[in-house]
């Protein structure tokens, strides 16, 4: 139901940003990171964005200090949105708390991992 109601939408929007920007050798590390937030919207469902051990390093606190600077906060900002939107009746509570993990991913997205 999370396919046909708007995640596979979501998901192919973010790979193909990602795939655009492994065009160039500088987007790469942005590209990967968008199409791990597509690969993550398509199955929120069970699973849970984390740090890893010992994570954001410093590299990794520079690339997601870049992120927000380049615009992708804007993102996670609508995400936030339509959470609360979605969370406002009772059928549209899952879809709104997955909306929310996206979020959080979409945040910082550097040194975060599916768990």
Known sequence: MWLLLGGLIIGGLYIIAGLLCCVTIIGIPFGIQLMKIGAFTLMPFGSEPEFGKGEPGCINMVF?????VCGWLEIAMLHLVVGGILCITI???PFGLQHFKIAKLSMFPFGQHSV
């Open 91 to 93: 059928i549209g509570i």
């Open 64 to 68: 997601n200090i870049l992120w927000i």
